[in-house]
């Protein structure tokens, strides 16, 4: 059975301007339907009405950071399983290899390419067993 298309993306970013090219990168060159949350808090809220196939969460956010707010996220309904990619500008390698433990599917560095961040999730979501 062929794995289920990427669809449904919420992405979790405090910063307007980069939220807005998330969004119209995800929308106009990927074809994904997005919720856009300024805040883990917002996140947290939305996510399960929701119902994204991945998360695409900023690590460094006032309040609820990006680990918090994934640890967040899988105690809801529905999400627990729900595939998490960090998006930071500190990638350096033990950076995403802590990410990584704590159960995201993949970290992108900042800054991304508009053009190119579409594909890069459909990579990621090839990439995740069912």
């Known amino acids: 059975m062929p ?7 919420m992405a979790i970013e405090d910063e307007p ?3 807005e090219i998330i969004q119209l990168s995800l ?3 990927g074809g994904f339907t997005v919720r ?3 805040s883990g808090e917002d996140g947290v809220a939305a996510a399960s009405a929701f119902g994204p196939d991945l998360l695409l969460l900023d690590v460094m956010m006032p309040g609820l950071d990006g680990p918090s ?4 996220l899988r105690g809801l309904d529905r999400l627990e399983k729900t595939p998490i990619v960090f998006m930071t ?8 290899e802590r990410f990584l ?18 594909d890069k999730l459909k990579e990621i979501w090839l990439r995740i067993p069912d």
């Open 89 to 96: 500008a500190k990638a350096q390698r033990h950076e995403i």
């Open 27 to 29: 929308e106009t060159v």
């Open 17 to 19: 301007d980069i939220r």
């Open 69 to 72: 707010t994934l640890a967040r």
């Open 101 to 118: 433990s704590l159960g995201a599917a993949d970290v992108i560095a900042k800054p991304f390419d508009p053009m190119t961040l579409a």
């Open 36 to 38: 856009t949350c300024a």
């Open 3 to 9: 794995k289920r298309e990427l669809k449904r993306v």
